[in-house]
């Protein structure tokens, strides 16, 4: 009886953590209740309807992106101030009325922008008395929402950037401005789309919301449970397997919920306890739990909300963003299972019962070999086959491939309906098999449609990912409200009618989990817009790169330190997405100016993933790590120590980040398919290696100096350009009077690398590198043409005269009167990948040292 009691204690204090960082702590009862329920259903409601072609075909309901986000930001303040208390002694059973004031107040704040759309279009920059009255409260009642659902950093932040803005001309030497007017900053802050209104909130309002629906649905209808089942079910009669089941069940998971928390709480009270019972102490488990919960944020196509605001701040595709976020994610993951799997070995662990039957090796090879082929021929068939569908149908394709769509829902869940139902398995509960493999996969597999589509959508139609996750989101729609009563149909249970009432119940839950997850998104997002607005409005940006400038001495090493270390300890009291917007905001442009000027051109993609990373860090670290808070609930561990293991744990990800600042083949740019492979394997190979290093243990416990050259190795492996610029630099000096010699002689789709002198913004001066695409022609003259470049001799000086407006040249940064100080032209020498050798003979070296101490060692273990 006291097991249950706090069994019930201890998921009532999980549902409350996440509750309270989430979705909000407060449960009213009654008619307060049903509002707040209902409320959040008609946000989701909403925001289906905006994404969906419904307005257009009907002609109603069409709103601007102003408008839309106007909405959304009402709806979000609303709910925050409904579902969080403002005190932890305020009440959670109902709503004070002071707490309904405010909320209706302050959605009216926000909804402004809508209900006087017309009016402050026709007088722009002129606000008036009611103008300013409503967006100083709304921008005074956004910071207590921010303060209530978020906690007091962001607001804080926030706040301070206001002032600053406002007491410009008092502050102190290098941080002083003109300062801006209460009405000029009203106007910017609140009634244009520069402050609050801006870029973030857009992108909460037209991608994210969906994405974290579309997540809410599946969780609903099951393909949470299914997603662990299937994770065990595979890995977990492995050495250690509970914890690899975890990673893969945590990624898995990440897929589809954009919150670390969230994510450490649904799986971690399956996961821990078994991870427990096999060997792993409750700090460890519990920290293997938060390693891979908080990687379910790098892991696209969700990504937390920051792939949908990388897309608006780079400025390149979706696809290109998760083409580019993908290779570091997977191999973030593998090395966490191997990771994993060296804590196993070093404890000696075993794992648990696998009910599948025995079958040896090569059947197993076969089966694996048979099935992947029939997947790849699948998706040629599926692929070529709708290629040539859709010409030849024309409008009815769509109709064709929603038909063809329903047939395969309908023949995956007759399928599943011949295996028994996934139940949800007690956490406390002794395991005494794992469940088999192919009843549970088959079970659910019409869970991964939704998914297909939204890829599909993505990635081959490059439909808008506000449209590709609607489409899945009514697929998903369609499977949750369907799937009961066809599986009750199939099974010959004959309880359709309580079913569909089941899956119309499993509906309404979805679309107001949906909206509750996104409430602190919505005003994280819009409360991040103050800060880029103030950036803007002041140049405080520059102001912050010289500062950062002087701090890093001209470093871009240094400088990538000082981002990570400010990272970490803004994420520590902001949420992730609002550290990624306030960090890259105010330092990606800086390190991109900073490697410019000290010779490295560091693509903006890679900065502001090298951001969001060290940002996801911060739920890790501590001491306020909330995840690890959150499996230390689970675990029954020290909550601390918790933290400081998944921190050890997570350094393969902490280490990414600057190796794919410096060898930017591991974000597959301008990389081909063959050598992405290649590079995949490799840097795969160094991950597994750096975390060997890293845990002391490859084949048998590693001494000092074999962890040192496993260091060594896996660095060699990670950029094999760093020792070949050593022994051969890669590009030669030329004098910049000769630059059409050199353009004639070079290779086309080569680069040439140009020092230039110039002035910044502000006319200060600036020393800049600039990398070059050389274009096609006959000549270097005309291929100079081409890039829009025309160049005057002064002496000894090779000034730029001229930048045709649109060119390439002027794309670079290229402008007039700028001084060409230097070329450097590529040179014929050997692949840096040949340095991967002796990288890969040293790490045999320590293998081969490792394995004549193996029989000593492995006794000594198992003693």
């Known amino acids: 009886m006291s097991q249950t009691s706090d069994a019930n204690d201890l998921n009532t204090e999980l549902e409350d953590l996440v509750a309270t960082s989430d979705t909000g702590a407060r449960k009213p009862t009654g008619a307060a209740r049903k509002l707040l329920l209902s409320v959040a259903a008609a946000w989701s409601l909403f925001q289906l309807w905006i994404a969906s072609p419904l307005p257009f075909m009907v002609g109603f309901g069409v709103f601007n992106s102003t408008e839309s986000r106007s909405i959304h930001l009402a709806f979000a303040v609303f709910l925050g101030f409904m579902a969080y208390p403002a005190f932890k002694r305020s009440p959670r059973d109902y709503i004070p009325v002071i707490d309904w004031i405010l909320a209706v107040v302050a959605a009216f704040c926000a909804a402004y922008l809508y209900i006087f759309y017309t009016d402050l279009a026709a007088r722009p920059g002129r606000p008036i008395t009611q103008d300013v009255i409503v967006a100083v409260i709304g921008l005074v009642l956004l910071l207590e929402a921010t303060r209530r659902a978020l906690g007091p950093p962001l607001m804080i932040v926030a706040l301070v950037f206001i002032v600053y803005s406002m007491a410009g001309p008092w502050m102190p030497g290098i941080l002083a401005h003109r300062g801006v007017s209460l009405e000029s900053l009203i106007n910017h802050q609140w009634l244009t789309t520069q402050g609050v209104f801006g870029i973030a909130l857009g992108v909460s309002t037209s991608f994210v919301f969906l994405f974290v629906l579309f997540g809410s649905l599946l969780d609903k209808a099951g393909a949470g449970n299914y997603f662990i089942k299937v994770a065990f079910s595979l890995l977990g009669h492995y050495r250690g397997g509970p914890a690899k089941a975890a990673v893969v069940a945590s ?117 694996f070999m048979t099935g992947l082929i029939l997947l790849m021929a699948l998706s040629f068939a599926v692929y070529y086959g709708l290629g040539w569908l859709k010409p030849l149908l024309g409008d009815a394709a769509g109709w064709v491939i929603g038909a063809a769509l329903g047939a395969v829902y309908i023949g995956l869940l007759k399928v599943g309906a011949r295996y028994p139902e996934l139940e949800m398995d007690d956490p406390d509960a002794p395991v005494v098999s794992l469940p088999q493999t192919k009843p549970t996969v088959m079970s659910g597999l019409h869970f991964i449609l939704p998914v297909i589509v939204l890829i599909w959508c993505l990635m081959v139609e490059r439909l808008s990912p506000g449209l590709s996750a609607f489409w899945a989101t009514v697929l998903m729609i369609v499977i949750i409200i369907t799937q009961r009563p066809l599986m009750a149909l199939f099974r010959g249970q004959g309880e359709a009618g309580a079913a569909v009432i089941k899956g119309l119940d499993d509906l309404w839950q979805g679309l107001i989990a949906g909206a509750r997850n996104m409430i602190g998104i919505g005003i994280a997002t819009a409360t991040a817009g103050i800060i880029v607005g103030a950036v803007s409005q002041t140049g405080v940006g520059l102001v912050l790169a010289d500062l950062v400038e002087i701090l890093s001495m001209g470093n871009l090493l240094l400088m990538l330190v000082l981002t990570a270390v400010l990272s970490l300890i803004l994420g520590m009291g902001l949420p992730t997405t609002a550290n990624y917007i306030v960090v890259s905001a105010l330092l990606a442009p800086v390190i991109v100016t900073l490697g410019q000027q000290s010779g ?224 450097l032209a590529p040179v014929d020498r050997w692949a840096k990948e040949w340095m991967w050798i002796p990288g890969l003979a040293v790490l045999l070296l320590v293998i081969g040292l490792q394995w004549r101490r193996r029989p000593a060692d492995g006794a000594q273990a198992r003693a």
Request: charged share 15%; glycine share 8%.
């Open 251 to 367: 990624g898995m998971t990440g897929l589809i919920s954009g919150s670390s928390i969230a994510n450490t709480v649904t799986t971690g009270t399956f996961t821990i306890p078994m991870m427990k019972r096999v060997g792993f102490s409750a700090e460890k488990a519990g920290a293997v739990e938060v390693a891979s919960s908080v990687n379910g944020q790098i892991m696209p196509p969700v990504m937390g909300a920051a792939a949908f605001l990388m897309v608006e701040y780079v400025g390149i595709s979706y696809v290109e963003v998760i083409k580019h976020a993908f290779l570091p994610a997977l191999i973030s993951y593998i090395a966490l299972v191997y990771i994993v799997h060296l804590e196993a070995v070093k404890a000696g662990m075993k794992g648990l019962q696998s009910s599948n039957p025995q079958r040896p090796l090569l059947r197993k090879v076969l089966g």
């Open 600 to 823: 490295l051109l560091v693509p903006l993609i890679a900065v502001h993933l090298f951001v969001f990373y060290f940002g996801i860090m911060a739920d890790v670290t501590p001491p306020v790590g909330l995840a690890s808070f959150a499996a230390a609930a689970v675990s029954g561990g020290d909550p601390i120590r918790t933290g400081f293991q998944a921190f050890y744990y997570s350094l393969r990800t902490a280490a990414l980040p600057f190796l794919f600042i410096f060898n930017t083949d591991l974000l597959l740019i301008d990389v081909d398919f063959m050598h992405g492979l290649l590079i995949f394997a490799v840097a795969t190979l160094a991950m597994l290696i750096f975390a060997a290093a890293t845990q002391g243990w490859l084949v048998v416990k590693s001494r000092w100096y074999e962890s040192l050259l496993l260091l060594l190795v896996a660095f060699t492996l990670f950029r094999p350009g760093f020792w070949m610029d050593m022994v051969h630099d890669p590009y030669r000096s030329v004098p910049p009077a000769q630059i059409e010699q050199v353009l004639e002689r070079v290779d086309a789709g080569s680069n040439l690398r140009i020092q230039v002198d110039g002035e910044d913004d502000i006319g200060q001066p600036r020393t800049f590198f600039v990398l070059v695409p050389v274009p096609e022609g006959s000549s270097g003259s005309e291929r100079l043409d081409k890039l829009g470049l025309l160049l005057m001799q002064d002496g000894d000086r090779t000034l730029v005269d001229m930048v045709t407006y649109g060119s390439p040249a002027a794309d670079l940064g290229f402008d007039f009167d700028q001084e060409i100080v230097e070329i």
